[in-house]
């Protein structure tokens, strides 16, 4: 198994990784699953305006960065969207981002689909299951995998994105 410090955001291969404790740092918003109500654009332009304090943090991802996506109480209609880099645990907070505390887990990383069907069939065939049933749990997270360029594109397209999924293995 890949180490996730190898990951590589160009590389198309479908792949489980091992993923150390990290901390996900970037701009973050409360968002509502109505998508007329959420300026995708504003959040966009205001990660990228970061771009000096971010591009130098220590990241984790070769190439890449991604939308991270979580904090959704069970019967909410809200979740916390979050462009931001994967970086060490203890890596400082520089002022006026946010950041999540991942504990190390599983991820699965493959090409963008618009449902995960096909996530769960692919880890099932590798023998393993996503940690969380859906993006409605306290704990749960995804996240949209960039490559840079795409980043400081518009996020009006789905072109080009891959996915981390955190999963465990069955028998676990």
Same mark, same amino acid.
């Given at each position: 198994m890949k180490k996730f410090e190898q990951l590589d955001v160009y590389d198309e291969e479908y792949e489980i990784l091992l993923m150390p404790n990290v901390r996900v740092i970037g701009k973050a918003y409360r968002c509502t699953f109505n998508p007329n109500e959420t300026p995708w654009q504003k959040f966009w332009d205001e990660y990228n305006a970061a771009q000096d304090i971010i591009s130098s943090l220590p990241t984790l991802l070769k190439n890449g960065m991604i939308c991270w996506i979580g904090d959704c109480p069970v019967g909410s209609d +809200?979740? $916390?969207?979050?462009?931001? =880099?994967?970086? #060490? /645990? *203890? $890596? #400082? =907070?520089?002022?006026?981002? *946010? +950041?999540?505390?991942?504990? /190390?887990? +599983? =991820? /699965?990383?493959g090409k963008y689909v618009d449902n995960l069907d096909d996530v769960v069939q692919k880890l099932k065939q590798q023998g393993f299951k996503r940690r969380y049933t859906d993006i409605g749990t306290d704990l749960g997270w995804d996240a949209e995998l960039y490559t840079i360029e795409r980043a400081n594109q518009s996020s009006s397209s789905n072109e080009g994105i891959r996915w981390l999924v955190p999963c465990i293995k069955v028998e676990e």
């Open positions: +809200y979740y $916390t969207y979050m462009p931001a =880099v994967i970086c #060490p /645990a *203890d $890596t #400082p =907070v520089p002022k006026g981002l *946010d +950041y999540r505390d991942l504990p /190390a887990s +599983y =991820v /699965a990383k």
